[in-house]
């Protein structure tokens, strides 16, 4: 694990193994590298695997005050710039699929593929915005813990917490370590985040969607917006919003697949 400085007096953390072609793998809203910990093993065997803590998130620099969703992405090629990625695969969970679709948005350049884990290129509706004013009061006035406690659950397949208990423990692990003015910030940049499905429709990179049938969050009619032979959809049976989790020999397998697919050059 690297601590790399991004501009002045600030940071990401970022795990940082194997050798070969880059992926960089981003995490979701209160979670942090660790939440891909079971896939990079697989991974590094045939690539490079970059892992950072989101802005706000894990051991990375959490400012306070609002983010944006640009403002995370930016944080991502300054990244690929400080660690001399010409072009790599970008692949986002949730907040992370957010992120991803901006740099893809404004920076398809750098991009050989990309992809989205449990994510959606929908805006907030005005409710979800509503929940997200509702997420920052609860974590202002009761405190990041009871936050995750409530949060977390709901990530994994209903009918099978108690078979992913000790996935759920990690999951609630990492979201107490979750700076509190991180998670606002983050919350604050997921309502006011555009819509972006038109950036999966227009695309003519390689597209990962994978979406989970047990999703509580994002079901896969929200993620499953664009079609075409360069667009790869994946519904997971049997899994929630955590993936990565829940599934994570069978998630190392679908991205190891994606990227043979994406043109390295």
Excluded at 174 to 181: A, K, L
Excluded at 223 to 239: A, C, D, K, N, R
Aim: some cysteine; aromatic content about 6%; glycine content about 8%.
């Amino acid at each position: 694990m690297t601590k790399i400085e991004i501009q002045k007096e600030f940071h990401l953390h970022i795990g940082d193994s194997g050798k070969g072609e880059a992926v960089i793998l981003l995490h979701g809203f209160c979670g942090s590298n660790q939440y891909w910990s079971d896939v990079v093993p697989q991974l590094q065997q045939q690539y490079r695997v970059i892992t950072p803590d989101l802005r706000g998130h894990g051991k990375s620099a959490a400012p306070k005050g609002a983010y944006t969703i640009e403002q995370m992405a930016d944080d991502i090629i300054a990244l690929a710039d400080r660690l001399e990625l010409d072009k790599f695969v970008l692949i986002g969970h949730s907040l992370g699929g957010y992120v991803t679709l901006s740099v893809a948005q404004r920076f398809a350049h750098r991009l050989h593929g990309f992809g989205l884990i449990h994510s959606t290129g929908y805006a907030d509706s005005e409710q979800a915005k509503e929940n997200r004013l509702k997420a920052v009061e609860r974590i202002q006035s009761q405190g990041i813990v009871q936050f995750v406690d409530e949060l977390v659950p709901k990530l994994f397949n209903p009918d099978k917490l108690e078979e992913h208990k000790a996935s759920v423990h990690r999951a609630l692990e990492i979201g107490y370590h979750t700076p509190p003015q991180g998670a606002i910030g983050a919350a604050l940049a997921m309502r006011e985040r555009e819509d972006r499905t038109a950036v999966m429709t227009a695309t003519k990179l390689p597209l990962l969607l994978v979406a989970g049938d047990k999703d509580q969050v994002v079901p896969a009619e929200r993620l499953f917006t664009t079609e075409g032979p360069h667009v790869s959809q994946i519904l997971l049976s049997e899994v929630g919003h955590m993936g990565m989790m829940e599934k994570p020999e069978e998630m190392a397998q679908v991205i190891g697949r994606f990227m043979e697919s994406c043109p390295q050059h």
